[in-house]
């Protein structure tokens, strides 16, 4: 197991690591709430990357790491994943109005 300390060198060797491998690689996802610890894996059973942090905005970052590996398994491992960004992708649909069934 390898812990990387950097955020960019971890999102690039897992993605590294699924394209070399995607019938394989696994991602979890793993948060202790009375340490307020978040820890990210990423192995394909030989090689193991982790990404430990305790800080609140590296949410965003995972949920970016997220919207990367939903990319590659979707349009394949050869898929162009620099376009994709966190939540803003999400919040361009509208949503609906009303407040239910019309009585």
Not at 21 to 46: I, Q
Not at 64 to 86: C, H, Q, W, Y
């Amino acid at each position: 197991m390898v812990y990387i300390t950097s955020w960019d060198e971890f999102v690039e060797r897992s993605a590294q690591l699924f394209r070399a491998d995607p019938d394989s690689t696994r991602y979890v996802m793993k948060y202790r709430h009375c340490d307020g610890k978040l820890v990210l894996k990423v192995t394909d059973d030989k090689e193991c990357l982790k990404f430990k942090t305790d800080q609140a905005q590296d949410a965003k970052k995972m949920e970016k790491l997220n919207n990367i590996f939903f990319t590659l398994m979707s349009r394949g491992p050869d898929a162009d994943v620099s376009e994709v960004t966190g939540k803003e992708q999400t919040e361009a649909q509208p949503g609906k109005k009303g407040r239910g069934r019309k009585q």
